[in-house]
């Protein structure tokens, strides 16, 4: 009997694609994820199902939607209907064992049968990744004889917000005329910035962006510990590698519902900082080594993926194999990323501002992607379509000008949210909110 692959994902939590070697950037933040890109399949239109960490990872674990699986801010952990990756593989004889870094991600860690939250940080591992990685080195030591396969799963903090990378990579990357006392002074709570308390100039979104690529270069070092550990033990090939990204951020390319509340972090929005994610595999057995994809695809396609590998049908599954989108007749020919209203922000807004607004957050959001063309979907009708082939960083909105096509786009986005279960969980909420916030939210009937 052909022995079963090891499978190892790894989540860059809060990594866009435009700073990666592998996608393009001219700078060296990623020589070891290029590496095992040259060596694997890179998927260059990938998209994230979900804006934040929550119901993203709820959607990577099931393949399901966040619209049938339902984990988001009225239902703040994942129902235990849903099947995990974990789950079946725990069936097919495999050892299961998550390195989680906060409780939004390890929500959706049913079906490990070991769990690890890997809080530990210090100033020369702020964010706790390489302690995580040698966490999970020393488990593969301890634990896998190569009779009984693996899936391991590691999720890391960087290049999350607060971005303050440790030496070397801080210097390497820190923007040229740019001092430490200055960059430690640039304000970086996006919650300031979505309440109108701070407005953000230029020079600090520049700031943030090199710390940003001295975080993405910190954890591509991890990686790269990592990938090496794997080969030294003659176990790479025989491991399905997955690097990928929860959700992307937003740098102050977009504003908040015209030009008064900056974007910054991931929420509020669908645009592509936020949702157009990375995907890199390598194994080499299925997938072609140096190969770029073109085709759509979505997180939540790791999970088929991984059973057409392994063999094995999973009954109710809403992603497409990544297999299908290596050739010309790709089953996925659409995407799409939901977010629901935001009680998340009020919250944190409220707390930062008392007689904050908080309407302003009160509206849902859902894009659907079809070739060049992406339509979202706004609860107040401030609907949005772009053209992302002349129009990449979505700046001009042809809603008013393309009505038909808006037209298209919405009943096919009906037709497609018509044919899925719905994940009916309000109300259940587990995460810690101020008591006065959620009392106040409740009254004005936004939860």
Not at 347 to 366: A, T
Request: proline share 5%; with cysteine; hydrophobic share 35%.
């Amino acid at each position: 009997m052909k022995r079963k692959p090891n499978i190892l994902i790894f989540v860059m939590d809060t990594q866009r694609v435009d700073n990666l070697g592998c996608y393009g950037y001219d700078k060296q933040t990623t020589p070891n994820i290029d590496k095992i890109a040259e060596e694997g399949t890179v998927f260059l239109n990938n998209i994230t199902p979900a804006v934040w960490t929550l119901p993203s990872h709820a959607s990577l674990f099931t393949g399901l939607y966040q619209y049938t699986h339902g984990a988001g801010v009225f239902h703040d952990y994942l129902s235990s209907s849903h099947s995990t990756i974990a789950e079946t593989l725990n069936l097919m004889g495999y050892r299961t064992v998550g390195f989680f870094a906060n409780m939004w991600a390890s929500q959706s860690n049913k079906g490990f049968r070991e769990f690890f939250l890997v809080h530990e940080g210090s100033s020369e591992d702020p964010k706790g990744s390489l302690h995580r990685i040698r966490h999970a080195i020393k488990w593969i030591e301890e634990n896998y004889t190569g009779s009984t396969p693996f899936f391991m799963f590691i999720q890391c903090m960087e290049p999350h917000l607060p971005c303050w990378p440790p030496s070397p990579f801080r210097e390497r990357f820190l923007m040229k005329g740019v001092r430490e006392e200055e960059a430690i002074k640039v304000n970086q709570d996006p919650n300031l910035v979505r309440s109108g308390k701070v407005r953000m100039k230029d020079r600090d979104w520049a700031i943030i962006a090199s710390l940003y690529d001295g975080e993405t270069a910190t954890l591509d070092s991890r990686i790269g510990i990592l990938y090496e550990h794997l080969k030294q033990k003659d176990i790479l090939d025989d491991t399905l590698f997955i690097i990928t990204s929860d959700h992307g951020d937003m740098h102050g390319e977009h504003y908040y519902l015209g030009n008064h509340h900056q974007l910054m972090g991931h929420h509020l929005c669908v645009y592509e900082e936020l949702i157009h994610v990375p995907l890199i595999v390598r194994y080499p057995e299925k997938f072609p080594p140096g190969k770029r994809v073109e085709n759509l695809t979505q997180t939540l396609d790791i999970f088929p993926t991984i059973s057409e590998i392994l063999g094995i049908e999973v009954k109710d599954l809403q992603g497409y194999s990544l297999l299908s989108s290596l050739t010309e007749r790709p089953k996925r020919n659409f995407t799409l990323t939901e977010y629901q209203k935001s009680l998340l922000m009020a919250d944190r807004n409220m707390n930062v501002d008392p007689d904050f607004d908080f309407r302003v957050f009160n509206r849902w959001l859902k894009a659907y992607r079809e070739g060049k063309y992406k339509y979202i979907w706004a609860s107040d009708g401030r609907d949005e379509l772009y053209d992302l082939e002349k129009d990449p960083r979505e700046k001009e909105n042809l809603a008013s000008l393309m009505p038909q096509k808006v037209k298209e786009m919405k009943d096919k986005l009906e037709r497609l949210l018509s044919s899925l279960p719905k994940g009916e969980y309000k109300g259940e909420i587990r995460h810690p909110r101020k008591v006065e916030n959620m009392r106040r939210l409740k009254v004005w009937e936004m939860y």
